[in-house]
């Protein structure tokens, strides 16, 4: 994992440059102001840029910054996006996120996920305690490759903490730490394998315990797990919104060791206030761990967005120079 810590100095610069941004953008609509974003962000401290850039061009599967400014008087935990939404909950820190971001990629959203927006908030919601989305808390969330269902998903997911008290865990495992046996390694690289929207975007039909086979109703894309250089391969993988083909048994079997083998390989990452991480959406998969939210204000809340290295390869998928995905 790389990692880099901001300077007290370059903390107060950063926050600075957020601060002069919100002053003159009183309307808090990043969709519309990305691109100015991007060109701010060319006024972050020299170290924080270097760094950035040399982790991309490494393909560094994980990348950890701490120490982002975070406010002292944060608001409490939310109850749900939606309200986070409703009360613009925390903007200083999603614009925080966005700026660091943009050094590495081009942020995106998607029309059908938390209402289109670019930044996500990540919190537990009452009601939502085992479902397979970010706002559970009991459901442990397995390893998967963010919006694996999509040839045009995020090169990078980046997650901002503001508020852990309970010290709960990102699950993190690295492609490059499993040596899948010759076999089923042949067999990842096949299009052998459906992906799935996960329950977090807003599709049809309904996808439960109770009602398991509608998952397959889904729109869906068939691909290989395992593509790109055969010495260095890109991941593409997440067990409960990936399946075979149907009537593939053997590709089963290497989806479910694939699986096995990631989960064995895992490492724990837990963020504090201030510390961002970017994971590599090729070179890693990731998860969270349970735990047992308060609903009192004080809960886990994180900023997610996610980030692609060329935003042309959106433009091309959508017909319109749009940073929304449908």
Known sequence: MARYVLSDIEKNELAAVADEFLATHPVWTPLEWADDIRAEAERLPVGIRRFLVSSRAAEDAVILLGNLPVDEALVPTPPSWEVAEKEAAAIREELVLLLVGSVLGEPFGWVNQQDGRLVHDVCPSKGQENSLTSASSRQQLTLHTEDVFHSCRGDYVAL??????????????????????????????????RFFPDDSHQVVPEHSAENPSALADRPHEVASVLFGPEEAPYLRIDADFTDAVPGDTEADTALREAAGLLAAAAERVVLSPGDAVFIDNHRAVHGRDTFTP?????DRWLKRTSLVRDLRRTYVRTKSRSRLLG
């Open 160 to 193: 901002m903490c503001l508020r852990n008290p309970e010290a709960v865990g990102t699950t993190v495992a690295l492609v490059e730490s499993v040596d899948f046996p010759e076999p089923t390694r042949r067999v990842l690289h096949q299009d052998r394998f």
């Open 294 to 298: 308060r609903y009192d204000g004080t």
